[in-house]
């Protein structure tokens, strides 16, 4: 089992979203409030990348080691530390903390970034932003909080919402985009991709074919589909059908919206089609699914 960040920190979280009633609402971060006396944190290695949002009001001396080298700075209220995915790190403060550390899944940010904003993020993301203040940022944080110490129905939705905001945010502001060629028609850029999904969006109820999403990218459709994979990993049809999916548990949270509608609207022939699609995609019936969601 992946090492947590709560299993090394010195006190236990006051608040963890891991911990929710409705733990669907926290699928795309993890969010734990934490206060701890004066203490040392052990150098790690952590998949997922760590978002702390300081708010403790009186400036305090931190250490913070970052694959070797050795940040020592005045905490301010306020100020954020970004450690990405992958990076060795380690903390000693002088004062007791109070930071919220939201905790983010790589490939779901990458994934987030690409469908909700049209980004294609840099590989080596937020590895330049060890330290800024931000008061809006760390504002969405403490409301997320707040939703979380509820722990009520419509705190959960509060959550989620927020949790979108956050991330929104955090991408606009400090996301650091793939650097683009002199030469565009050479590989997928980030102007081939909003393209491309704009044209699904567009499209999301039609039949959708790798000729038509290649001539909306300049390309032909044999290096398109080279291209398309090389960048993100997936064929053109495979990442289609993903958006579909994506889309239609969106819509799966309105529990009035039938199932035969948003197997319409997201393109699939019937709800049969859509049920089979959507098992093959998340290991679960689109049925099953809307009961974890509204349970």
């Known amino acids: 089992m992946p090492l947590r960040y709560d299993d090394i920190y010195p006190s236990s979280p006051l608040l963890n979203s891991d911990e929710m009633e409705h733990p669907s609402a926290a699928a795309l971060m993890s969010v734990r409030y934490f206060q701890a006396e004066p203490d040392v944190m052990p150098t790690e290695v952590f998949s997922e990348h760590h978002v702390l949002l300081n708010l403790s009001d009186s400036p305090h001396r ?39 550390v939201v905790t983010l899944d790589p490939m779901k940010v990458e994934r987030f970034a690409q469908t909700e904003l049209g980004m294609l993020l840099d590989p080596q993301q937020f590895r330049d932003l060890p ?7 760390c504002a969405a944080g403490v409301m997320l909080r707040d939703a979380l110490e509820m722990n009520d129905m419509p705190s959960t939705v509060m959550f989620e919402a927020l949790s979108r905001v956050l991330l929104v945010k955090l991408l606009q502001r400090y996301g650091k ?90 393109g699939f022939a019937d709800q049969a089609h859509f049920s089979r699609s959507f098992k093959q995609v998340t290991g679960q019936t689109p049925r099953s699914f809307r009961a974890t969601k509204t349970a």
């Open 131 to 137: 330290l800024f203040s931000d008061p809006d940022l």
């Open 62 to 100: 931190v250490q913070n080691w970052r694959d070797g080298e050795v940040l020592d700075f005045t905490f301010q209220k306020d100020d954020i530390i970004v450690t990405p995915a992958g990076m060795r790190s380690g903390w000693r403060w002088y004062a007791r903390s109070d930071v919220i």
């Open 177 to 266: 985009r793939r650097a683009e060629e002199v030469a565009l028609s050479a590989r997928f850029t980030s102007r081939h991709y909003q393209r491309v999904l704009a044209f699904v969006q567009t499209r999301l109820d039609r039949t959708i074919t790798v000729d038509e999403l290649a001539a909306e990218a300049g390309m032909s459709p044999s290096h398109f589909s080279r291209v398309f994979k090389e960048t993100l990993g997936s064929t053109p049809m495979q990442y289609v059908m993903a958006y579909r999916i994506e889309q239609a548990m969106k819509m799966m949270e309105d529990a009035t919206r039938p199932l035969g509608e948003i197997a319409l609207d997201c």
